[in-house]
């Protein structure tokens, strides 16, 4: 995380992180080979990810799958609101498909957050193809834990 940003890596998290062999997220994870195996990177408010889908990924013959799809759509979204501080889970995630995007071909997806407010984070992303067409959008609702809750 950028020094400057005003934003903080709960201990929690930093202490789960430190071991790549140890981390197996289906969305971020480079050790597991079953994932997305998504690179992120925050640019000024928003949070970018790439991944190259490839064979397991397929739903409709050479089409991947709206649940891959939607998985990467909530790992940018979920690492926006990282990025802004926050420890808060995925509550509510609604996709609306744009386009297919083919099996083997590299995307793109676009995140931030939108708002804030209590333990209700509102955020949106979006995916594109190689060709910057619009694959996807993603809205969803990430809800800080209440106050006392174990994390």
Known sequence: MPSGSGARTPRWYSAAMRAEEERLCFGCSKANPEGLRMSIWRQG??????????AHHQGFPGHVHGGVIAAALDEAMGWAVYHKGYLAATAHLDVKYRAPLNVGERARVRARVVKARGRRI????????ASGRGVAEGWALFLRPPPGAPT
């Open 122 to 129: 509102m955020v949106q992303a979006v995916m594109e193809d």
């Open 45 to 54: 408010e928003e949070v970018w990810g790439e991944l190259v889908t490839s």
